[in-house]
């Protein structure tokens, strides 16, 4: 367990701790039969989007995956309308047609749940972004496992001939659905990355004040200088690939509990991490009990 966590504010705490609660939420629903479709949790991962959220600038377009949960709460604030997404309910983002993995509100996000398939679309928005933009990013968020599609490189190339402004977030979780990083990925991805000449950066802390400050030039550079930057952290997951789909040893399980973040800020600092819960355990279940209160929602055409 980490003994290195600083304090955090309560809004980044409050953040954290809201997506935890709604990713374990939506699990509960799941076996209720509450969603069509299926959902992947980010439980364990919070962290990453939460630190990031005060690198990303309001114009900034991020990109999303499968397991995007995380990226749009810590982004928009808006659990309320993804969980009406969800759940095909009124108030959804995109009137239930994207449930959990496909999300687009203009000119900011998009998620897909095809591996590597936003990537090209980042890529082409970062050109746009160079071309009539001032210091907007295209960020984009990607497994470890995603690096076995071809697009990957096919961006990476671009990315460095053009110098696009791309920051491509990598969450290595060292494992992908039920097939561990060791098993499917020769070399890594610092070398390949290196191998376009284009930064790169590696995270293994999960203090989000240390994270903000160690990225914090990446990003910086990035968008001043108009050039690509891939930045991976060392992470892991704490649920299953989706719902009851774990196919990880009883002790990796464990292991990867011990370095839950969120329980070390129980540890570290209680009655910060009392208070906060209870009111965000409030909001959820509030939250999920008035969404499902209402009428399915109906296609309008347009997304937000
Ligand atoms: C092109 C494609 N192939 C297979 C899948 C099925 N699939 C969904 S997620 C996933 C594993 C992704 O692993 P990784 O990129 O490491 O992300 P993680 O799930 O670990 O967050 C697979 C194989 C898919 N969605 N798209």
């Known amino acids: ?94 009137h239930g047609v994207g449930g959990s993995q496909h999300i687009y509100r203009r000119g900011s996000y998009l998620s897909t749940g095809i ?18 933009g001032s210091n907007e990013l295209a960020i984009a968020y990607v497994g470890d496992g995603t690096w076995g599609q071809g697009i990957v490189y096919e961006v990476l190339n671009l990315a460095a001939l053009w110098q696009l402004p791309l920051a491509l977030i990598v969450e290595n979780n060292g494992i992908a659905q039920s097939t561990p990083t060791a098993l499917q990925m020769a070399g ?8 376009f000449g284009i930064e790169y950066e590696e995270v293994t802390s999960t203090d989000i004040t240390e994270i903000r400050r160690l990225l914090s030039p990446s990003f910086l550079l990035s968008r001043t200088q108009r050039s690509p930057v891939v930045i991976t952290f060392e992470t892991m997951r704490l649920g299953p690939h989706s719902k009851g789909d774990d196919t990880r040893t009883a002790d990796e399980i464990a292991r990867a509990r011990q370095r839950d973040v969120l329980t070390c800020y129980e540890v570290k600092f209680p009655e910060q991490y009392a208070a906060i819960r209870a009111r965000v355990d409030d909001e959820i279940t509030t939250l999920a009990r008035r969404v499902l209160d209402r009428p399915p929602s109906t296609w309008k055409g347009l997304c937000a």
């Open 115 to 132: 591996q590597g398939e936003g990537l090209g679309i980042a890529a082409g928005v970062a050109g746009h972004f160079k071309r009539f």
């Open 1 to 94: 367990m980490s003994s290195r966590l600083g304090k955090l504010s309560d809004e980044d705490l409050e953040c954290l701790l809201r997506i935890r609660l709604f990713e374990t939420c939506l699990l509960e629903l799941f076996s209720q039969g509450q969603l069509s479709g299926t959902t992947h949790t980010c439980l364990g991962q919070e962290y990453i989007p939460v630190a990031l959220r005060t690198l990303i600038e309001p114009g900034d377009f991020v990109f999303s995956n499968h397991r995007g949960h995380g990226h749009y709460i810590a982004r928009f604030d808006d659990a309320e309308g993804l969980l009406a997404e969800i759940t095909g309910r009124q108030g959804a983002i995109c």
């Open 188 to 195: 890594n991805i610092e070398a390949r990355v290196r191998a």
